[in-house]
């Protein structure tokens, strides 16, 4: 009998164990949760660390004046004063093609032929001029006669005269027709020529082979711009117009050629402004050196008459990367910051102008591509 009642205790000593640990487990909420996460934050790809920071010495910014500037962004374009049509005042088929868009012509040089029946219906009318003409004359002379000898009184002759300048004037006009078509009236072909009225390149083309053309109610077949000097066209904002001056020099740089530096004067600032973003078109002439073409994009400096300080660096503090420019300033803890700046102007003595990207009196690495080479090599 003790044993089984030793037994019945503890087996309700156990359970009442149990019963409290499910009970405690329930009301902590605490101890369900999983435990907190750790995050780790990626690492800062502009900051690198160096065992020997004294191997890459520095140099502080220095400033100097220089005349504000404003850049905006442009377009090439043709100069509309240099830009012909090429017209075809006959109406017919096309039935060759010699010039294609982007071809560079001579003037004089054969574009097209066209197949027209105003050629046959202008000699028509020639001809038939012509007949005229040689039965007037011959009234004429017989006119003459007759009033030599009394046989006509003055009047008919008069008539007589005033019939055979009228086909004269027929004649005259009918083949003034033919060459506007552009036929030679002694030699009228059903095919009409059609020459380049000036040398250049073909910037726009309008027909192809076996086309239909009506005169000059249709689109004109070919146009032609003599490319020698161009235009830049770009918006400038309301706000920016003080920078801006007939007759001043802007600088301008190909998006397809940023190393060439051209310069262009300034020949029309837009009379009429966007109402809808507050901006003129300014226009700048520029001499074409032989690889602008219409539609480029640019971007162009405009000078000021105000003078800015400007940050200068040596030269050789700014690493070109993936088209931006870039300097290394001490971060501490033998480290050193990546900063991307906008470059300027190249100065004397191996310098270099910074327009935004730092302040005067800050440090720069001297020589940037040595630490970035160093970098790489790690």
Not at 59 to 69: F, K, L, N, P, R
Not at 90 to 111: E, M
Not at 140 to 169: C, P, S, Y
Request: glycine share 8%; net charge negative.
């Amino acid at each position: 009998m003790k044993r089984t009642e030793c037994r019945i205790l503890a087996m309700a000593f156990f359970a009442i164990l149990v019963v409290e640990g499910c009970s405690s487990g329930q009301g902590d909420p605490a101890k369900e949760a999983p435990p907190p996460a750790q995050v780790e934050h990626e690492q800062d790809l502009n900051v690198i660390q160096v065992d020997h920071p004294e191997q890459f010495p520095v140099s502080a910014v220095t400033t100097h004046e220089a005349a504000s500037q404003l850049v905006v962004t442009g377009t090439v374009n043709p100069d509309i004063a240099r830009t012909v049509p090429v017209i075809s005042v006959a109406s017919g088929r096309v039935v060759d093609v010699r010039a294609r868009l982007g071809d560079t012509v001579k003037k004089g040089q054969l574009l097209m032929r066209v197949q027209s029946t105003d050629v046959s219906g202008a000699f028509s009318d020639y001809r038939k001029a012509l007949a005229d003409e040689a039965l007037t004359r011959t009234q004429l002379d017989r006119g003459k006669e007759l009033f030599a000898h009394g046989a006509i009184a003055l009047n008919d002759l008069q008539v007589a005269q005033d019939a055979e300048d009228k086909a004269k004037v027929d004649v005259e006009t009918s083949a003034e027709h033919l060459r506007v078509l552009g036929n030679d009236p002694d030699h009228p072909s059903g095919i009409v020529d059609i020459f380049a009225p000036v040398s250049g390149v073909i910037t726009d083309q309008e027909v192809t082979n076996a086309a239909g053309t009506q005169g000059l109610s249709s689109p004109n077949p070919f146009t032609i711009s003599d490319l020698s000097s161009v235009w830049v066209v770009c918006d400038v904002y309301e706000n920016d117009f003080s920078g801006v001056r007939l007759g001043e020099t802007a600088d301008i740089r190909l998006n397809a050629y940023p190393d060439q530096l051209l310069e262009g004067a300034i020949s029309n600032i837009g009379a009429v402004l966007d109402p809808s973003i507050r901006t003129a078109k300014v226009r700048i002439e520029v001499r074409n050196p032989g690889f602008m073409r219409p539609g480029m994009f640019a971007t162009v400096t405009f000078h000021g008459l105000k003078k800015q300080e400007h940050g200068v660096v040596p030269a050789s503090a700014i690493l070109h990367l993936h088209d931006r420019d870039w300097v290394y300033t001490p971060a501490g803890n033998n480290k050193f910051r990546r900063l991307e700046v906008v470059s300027g102007d190249t100065l004397p003595n191996q310098m270099q102008e910074i327009i935004s990207g730092l302040q005067p009196g800050q440090k720069v690495v001297t020589n940037a591509l040595g630490l970035q080479n160093t970098v790489d090599n790690e």
